[in-house]
């Protein structure tokens, strides 16, 4: 893989790691049959570094998402936090819970109906236990930008509009302190106009305090607006990852290519056909040879690839900062 | 030619606690053949302006305007009337694919249903029509005999596309007909739709809250607002050059990946729509407006031109001609 | 901010209880349980166990309803009225204790099976179905027979025989609310099985339970009833055993049609009270009936 001038200024102002998934598999019976949902992942989030986790749905990304928050245990390899591994003894799971946060798609579901504003907050400081709990809310509501806090206290989630629900679970989240932030499509559900600002939100946390995050999301424009690095994941795997700038303005995967391709405004879109994937039946080879374009359109057969493309497995992408791609037609 | 025309269309819903005016003095034409796109966010009256296209609203709606379908005055219609319409002119694709569809019936059943229920075909005629159909929205034949849950989430969407044909309608209706697809779904179902509008000259109504999507699919394009058309045009250029603060944050709102002034620079609107019953005085956006003048707060706005063929309900706009 | 959660859970108890005096059956009902609780509570202020002594009959055999006796007397010269009175007292606390020994098993073994979704969840849910296709009366015939007849033993046996339903209800609703997303936020920030259940599950389980504990008030008084007329009585004068009495004196021949009617309609004033309560109850507080109302 030849490392572009780009890229080694990339690595220069690399982070230090605090959440990564190490050959992470995770694997479940679904039907019968064994779905292979994260198939062999290795993931890096740095300190203050928030990565966008970019696929389709059932590509596994909820999944490792889970996984990483500790919610799912892996059938092989580990999820490490501030270098060490993740213990899963019900204490250490919950120490972990302080450190990495979670916030949910649909903000109306993630808030219990009967639970004020006030409760929803006060949830995570009574479970650990802290002290100053009125001050702990009140300090999150502001910091995710529900000013003044006292006037929301009282509020029931359905009084409130679907903006400041998201910041509610924001706040939440943020009553612990924690230092990473796993966001599972934060803005899928909600109003266009209000979808930015809780996207500056997140980049304010950044910059506020140190918030380091994960957002996982079907939507590349999310991934241009927030993110430092993202990571394509297909079937279970990470296909190409690196710096936001690199991957979506000269994606090298087929896969990256056609994702990007099928955005409003693109000039030539690769619709990809073939059926839709399918984490039990995995192909071999490549996974991601029997849709691809490159392969369909004869130019992997030229470049004399098409045999390692249907038969040759591609390693897993190790967890580096550079840009990197799972292909076999862009390692030529 | 004019299709559909709505002249003043107004929608209030009757509540416990008072009238909620959903949709309030929208006009619009849309000529046959020609694809109209309607954004704007929940709550902005645009899913009920699409209701009440083919009186689908609920009891407790007082309706007010005027609706011509081809000249005829939809809500003047007595019930087999608007029934007939309902099947053979226009047809309405919601967004939830999966609870359109019986799941104890085979999706080729489903389609052919509204066809043998008005008579327009025998069974064998009906049969040949449903591969026809499946054709047209890309599914081999053999999925006439699935049921719903063989099928993905963009497959089921292609039935409902579909199901909408079915009759040969002259106008569809599509709510926010890609919402929870994904985008490689999302694009063969919108590549569909835009093909069937150009091959067989339907007129299409579509409704969304992304607006690049819109600006993709149709030729016009109408943002509206707390119940009002705000800004009304072709749609590029409404996408591109949006005369009207709401177009433009709602615009902004979906970044172009790989433009430098979005990178790491997410785009949003302060605030929250406004509710329904305690709408603002004046311009309804001024309490969120960026460029909001004093008098906004007072003064009414309405459609001001902005441009050939272009309209919007902005002061600054007013000022600008 | 204990005023704070104070206020809230104040205001919501009056909304609850606007809601609730619109039921107009729902308010009849309860003015009859208020009258009957009352009256039970305060009988020991003006009669005695006397009243039930065969011993001490004050009036005639077999007397019709008359000034004096306003409901007759039965084979021994005891007053109905009076009988009907402090039996009320025996049927009203097997009824509210057995329904409550249901609803504690149904709610523990039902949040348990809906939460723990493991073997612990499926072992509980095989015990529950085995009890349900138990006939419950011939249970509670049997098990009452065996316990020996006390107020204490008809409890038990009308308790365990009949939790079972709820238990099948409360682990549907256990299983529906730990769906939500709330949930899965609440995990991520540490919570444990007890928080989960408790601070979550309970409260969305419990106006549901609160309906179904007002009709299962109803369903024991009338299996109290049913086990005392087949003989598994408390040794206490209750509705049951004194329909039971009048069967074994034979009331029906001799014309003593006061002694059958006045129980039965005791029994049917008080349980249709708790149906026509619990119904209210469940149209106030599951939202989606109220909704579709």
Excluded at chain 1, 249 to 254: C, E, Q
Excluded at chain 3, 181 to 188: D, L
């Amino acid at each position: 893989m030849t490392e572009t001038q780009a890229a080694t200024e990339a690595v220069s102002t690399v982070r230090p790691t605090l959440l990564e998934a190490r050959d992470l598999h995770v694997e479940f019976a679904s039907r019968g049959r064994r779905a292979r949902a994260v198939d062999g992942v290795n993931l890096a989030v740095g300190e203050g570094e928030i990565v966008a986790l970019v696929g389709e749905s059932g590509c596994g990304k909820t999944t490792l998402a889970r996984t990483l928050l500790g919610l799912e245990r892996p059938t092989s390899g580990e999820v490490r936090y501030g270098g060490a591994a993740l213990d899963y003894s019900s204490k250490a799971l919950k120490a972990y819970r302080r450190q990495v946060q979670l916030v949910l798609q649909d903000p109306t579901g993630s808030l219990n109906p009967r639970h004020t504003v006030y409760e929803a907050l006060a949830e995570g400081p009574r479970i650990h236990g802290l002290p100053d709990e009125r001050e702990v809310v009140a300090t999150a509501l502001s910091r995710a930008g529900l000013r003044p806090p006292d006037r929301f206290f009282l509020r029931y989630p359905h009084e409130l509009s679907g903006g400041q629900r998201q910041r509610v679970v924001i706040a939440g989240a943020l009553a612990l302190n924690p230092k990473v932030l796993v966001a599972d499509e934060p803005v899928a559900s909600l109003d266009a106009s209000v979808r930015g600002e809780i996207l500056a939100l997140l980049l304010k946390l950044r910059e506020e305090l140190g918030l380091s995050a994960l957002v996982v999301t079907h939507d590349l424009g999310l991934a241009w607006n927030i993110a430092d690095r993202v990571a394509v994941m297909y079937l279970g795997r990470i296909v190409e990852s690196g710096p936001v700038e690199q991957v979506l303005t000269a994606p090298r995967h087929p896969y990256t290519q056609a994702l990007m391709s099928v955005l409003p405004e693109s000039p030539e879109r690769v619709v990809l056909t073939g059926e839709p994937p399918d984490p039990t039946r995995i192909p071999g080879g490549c996974r991601f040879h029997a849709r691809c374009q490159v392969l369909a359109s004869g130019r992997a057969a030229e470049a004399g690839v098409d045999g390692k493309c249907r038969s040759e497995l591609l390693d897993i992408l190790p967890a580096v900062p550079e840009t990197q791609a799972a292909c076999h037609y862009a390692a030529r | 030619m004019t299709l559909l025309e709505l002249d003043d269309l107004s929608v209030t819903y009757r509540i416990a606690s008072g009238e909620v005016p959903a949709v309030r003095g929208v006009s619009l034409t849309l000529d046959s053949g020609a694809a109209l796109g309607v954004a704007g966010e929940s709550g902005s009256g645009k899913s009920t302006l699409a209701m009440a296209l083919l009186r689908l609203l609920p009891r407790d709606a007082r309706v007010g305007g005027r609706i011509l379908l081809d000249g005829e005055d939809v809500l003047a219609m007595k019930w087999g009337r608007m029934r007939a319409v309902r099947w053979a002119e226009a047809s309405i694709v919601f967004q939830g694919a999966q609870h359109g569809l019986n799941p104890v019936r085979r999706i080729g059943d489903q389609i052919a249903e509204p066809l043998l229920v008005h008579g327009l075909a025998k069974p064998d005629a009906a049969r040949r029509r449903v591969t026809e159909l499946l054709e047209q929205v890309g599914l081999p034949d053999w999925r006439a005999r699935s049921f719903p849950h063989e099928l993905s989430g963009g497959q089921r969407q292609r039935v409902m596309i579909a199901m909408a044909l079915a009759c040969s309608p002259r106008l569809i209706i599509a709510d926010e007909p890609t919402t929870a697809l994904d985008v490689m779904v999302q694009a063969q179902v919108l590549t569909l739709i835009k093909d069937l509008v150009a091959e067989h000259d339907i007129s299409l109504i579509m409704i969304s809250h992304d607006l690049s999507v819109l600006a993709d699919v149709c030729d016009q394009l109408a943002v509206m607002y707390a119940g009002r058309v705000v800004e009304h045009g072709p749609s590029r250029e409404v996408f591109h050059d949006a005369k009207h603060p709401y177009s433009k944050a709602l615009a902004a709102a979906f970044p172009t990946v790989g433009d430098p002034a979005s990178r790491l620079a997410p785009q949003g609107l302060g605030g929250d729509p406004p509710d329904p019953m305690e709408l603002p005085t004046g311009c309804s956006f001024h309490p969120r407006c960026p460029v909001a003048l004093d008098g906004c707060a007072t003064m009414d706005v309405e459609l001001w031109p902005a441009g050939p063929g272009r309209n919007a309900a902005c002061v600054h706009v007013q000022e600008a001609s | 901010m204990t005023s704070v959660a104070a206020t809230r859970r104040r205001l919501a108890l009056s909304r609850f209880w606007a809601d609730f005096r619109k039921h107009r059956a729902g308010m009849i009902g309860l003015g009859i349980l208020v009258v009957a609780v009352v009256l039970a509570l305060v009988a020991p202020l003006f009669i005695s166990e006397d009243v039930t002594s065969v011993v001490r009959g004050t009036g005639e055999k077999w007397a019709p309803p008359s000034l004096s006796e306003p409901f007759g007397t039965d084979e021994s010269g005891r007053s109905i009225l009076l009988m009907v009175w402090w039996g009320s007292r025996t049927s009203l606390l097997i009824g509210f204790l057995a329904a409550l020994l249901s609803i504690v098993i149904g709610l523990v073994v039902g949040v348990a099976a809906g939460h723990f979704r493991g073997w612990l969840g499926g072992a509980l849910m095989r015990v529950t179905d085995w009890f349900l296709v138990l006939p419950s009366l011939v249970t509670a015939l049997v098990l009452a027979a065996i316990l020996g007849g006390s107020t204490f033993t008809i409890i038990m046996a009308i308790g365990i025989t009949t939790w079972p339903s709820t238990a099948r209800l409360i682990r549907a609703q256990t299983l529906s609310v730990e769906a939500r997303p709330y949930i899965e936020r609440s995990k991520a920030l540490g919570a444990g099985h007890w928080h989960i259940t408790t601070r979550h599950v309970l409260p969305n389980v419990a106006p549901l339970l609160l309906a179904s504990t007002t009709l299962e008030v109803a369903s024991a008084i009338v299996t109290e009833s049913t086990l005392a007329f087949l003989g598994a009585s408390a040794n206490k004068t209750s509705w049951g055993t004194m329909l039971r009495g009048s069967y074994d004196y034979g009331a029906a021949t001799q014309g003593a049609w006061w002694y059958i009617l006045i129980p039965g309609l005791a029994i049917l004033a008080v349980v249709m009270a708790f149906t026509l309560v619990g119904r209210a109850l469940e149209a106030v507080l599951n939202p989606r009936l109220r909704r579709a109302a």
